[in-house]
């Protein structure tokens, strides 16, 4: 456990110390993240759940951690995928694989709300599909099901709601002012999604319609 806690220590300290570039911080934290999972993976599951359950508390309180971190809905997915293989082959106690496979789908509901691929929806639709075919335990099944829909968006279900990038709007020149920095953590380009009310700019009933805007950082609107 020591070692887990001294990688955890190194997690919180890109967050701690300013003086680290963000761009640095990101690649820190995914070189943190792999050897976590990695020595989770590897770990007896009397460790896996001791550790999981300080690692859970640590991304509930910090959810930060994982912003940047493309590859950690995969790094969770590989770890279920391994837990299943052990229960399958009976390696770990169905109770104990219960109680751990439970703490990964929690934080697989968490992360996927914001890091979540086409590749890792794929992986998910096949676990479902295993376990439909009665090739993958039972259990999994709800478990999963409440993961998606965590990640879909739940009111109040994760620590990350609200949205990660802010902008300000105040009417000048109807402008939207891109917040600097944007590009130190990584973030190249915006997407920017809305509802317009076209009635309330012509006066005549009309039906809203959804716009949607890519643009760089370094652009305006």
Not at 111 to 121: A, E, I, Q
Not at 168 to 184: E, H
Request: hydrophobic share 45%.
């Amino acid at each position: 456990m020591e070692w887990f806690f001294d990688q955890f220590e190194q997690l919180c300290n890109t967050l701690l110390d300013t003086s680290i570039p963000q761009r640095d911080a990101i690649v820190k934290r995914c070189q943190c993240f792999t050897s976590i999972f990695r020595e989770f993976a590897q770990s007896d599951a009397a460790t896996q759940l001791e550790a999981f359950d300080v690692f859970a508390a640590l991304i509930e309180r910090r959810p930060k951690l994982i912003s940047g971190v493309t590859a950690i809905v995969s790094m969770v997915i590989q770890l279920i995928e391994r837990v299943e293989a052990r229960t399958l082959t009976q390696s770990v106690a169905l109770e104990v694989a219960i109680t751990l496979q439970s703490k990964l789908f929690w934080l697989l509901g968490i992360v996927g709300r914001t890091h979540l691929t086409v590749r890792d929806v794929k992986s998910l639709l096949s676990l479902l599909q295993r376990v439909v075919e009665g090739k993958a335990s039972c259990f999994l099944c709800p478990l999963l099901l409440t993961s998606l829909s965590d990640m879909h968006g739940n009111a109040g279900s994760s620590p990350l709601d609200g949205p990660i990038s802010y902008f300000d709007f105040n009417g000048t020149d109807a402008a939207l002012v891109i917040p600097k920095g944007l590009d130190a953590q990584g973030i190249s380009s915006l997407t920017l999604a809305l509802w317009i009310c076209r009635s309330t700019l012509c006066r005549i009933a009309m039906t809203p319609v959804f716009v949607c805007f890519r643009l760089a950082c370094s652009q305006g609107l």
